[in-house]
């Protein structure tokens, strides 16, 4: 029976994560859903179906807690990154269709504006293909309803740009405009920072109380190019250590300075920084690799191998 559960553990975690956008709270879950499973024993014909509606029912029921201890959130709340090393030059295609399939930081903010119940019908239903009936079964509605609750989270997630951004955009590109962003940024360039910005670009920083941040979001590039150049003037009297990364499949940094650590997360599309995250929280970093003792000044990435 063991054998059964674990077949399907990193798809119960990849639901999770969705609807939680955090891997404590999604590891939770699936722990959770692996003790109803052992109690149960089921019998079902579709195990993955029957697992997946199993974790669902917890993830919302913590989704609905959740909203009352984001109201005393300090700052704006962002979810936990996926840090992963670069990969090598020689990387498979198996591998580069694994990132592909990451779920972006930017998709995870625009579902954290949705009700509990939109962001599991649209997660079940737009993800992982889950039947109406089934997600009608999880939310204790009739399928209609759950059919309207999934179109409400597809149109929110159409509105926001960032939020359509494939995972398998160009790391080429990726690799351009971060460079370009970083040199900028390094140089107190103003000019050259609004350059590499959409002109409706937002910024984000999550510090949650524990660390310094912007407390709010920042739109446009002009205010996002001068915040952007006061870190950079700030993070050089620091000692600061920087590191290219995959963040959640799509090129970011881990930047650390006076012991503290940022995950800079961007996202990058039609050769232009489109929102720009900053996960400074303590909390949400506890998996969150270092940069080497040797690392670079600014972090500026190596250029993906020909063809990627």
């Known amino acids: 029976m063991p054998e059964a559960f674990e077949a399907h553990r990193s798809h119960l975690f990849g639901v999770a994560y969705r609807m939680l956008g955090t891997r404590a ?5 699936v722990q959770e859903a692996w003790l109803r499973y052992a109690a149960a024993g089921p019998d079902a014909a579709d195990l993955r179906a029957w697992l997946t509606t199993v974790v669902a029912r917890i993830c919302l029921d913590v989704l609905r807690s959740a909203r009352v201890r984001r109201a005393a959130y300090v700052g704006p709340w962002l979810p936990e990154p996926l840090v ?16 592909a399939e990451q779920v972006s930081l930017a998709l995870l903010v625009v579902l954290e504006r949705l009700s509990p119940e939109q962001r599991v019908a649209f997660v079940l239903h737009d ?19 759950a059919r309207q609750l999934a179109s409400r989270g597809r149109r929110a997630v159409d509105a926001a740009p960032a939020a359509r951004v494939s995972a398998g955009a ?13 040199a900028a940024a390094h140089d107190g360039d103003l000019a050259g920072l609004v350059r590499v910005l959409a ?24 205010e996002v190019a001068r915040f952007v150049a006061g870190v950079f003037r700030q993070a050089r009297r620091r000692d600061p250590r920087g590191e290219p990364v995959l963040v959640n499949g799509r090129l970011g ?46 972090p500026i990435p190596p250029r993906p191998a020909p063809g990627r």
Do not use: C, M
């Not at 160009?170 to 970083?182: C, K, M, T, Y």
């Not at 002109?199 to 002009?222: H, K, M, N, T, W």
């Open 25 to 29: 709270d999604a590891e939770d879950a």
């Open 84 to 99: 992963s090393r670069l990969p090598a030059a020689d990387d498979d295609p198996a591998e580069t269709a694994v990132r």
């Open 170 to 182: 160009d790391l080429a590109e990726q690799h351009r405009v971060l460079a370009a962003f970083l």
């Open 127 to 145: 993800v992982f293909g889950v039947p109406f009936a089934d997600i009608a079964a999880v939310l204790a509605v009739s399928p209609a309803n």
């Open 253 to 298: 940094l881990v930047v650390e300075a006076g012991g503290l650590l940022v995950v800079v997360a961007p996202v990058v599309a039609d050769g232009a920084i489109v929102a720009l995250y900053h996960q400074l929280n303590p909390e949400k970093l506890r998996a969150v690799p270092r940069p080497e003792p040797a690392a670079a000044w600014p």
């Open 199 to 222: 002109p409706d670009v937002e910024f984000i920083g999550d510090g949650g109380g524990l660390a310094p941040s912007a407390r709010r979001p920042l739109v446009g590039a002009q």
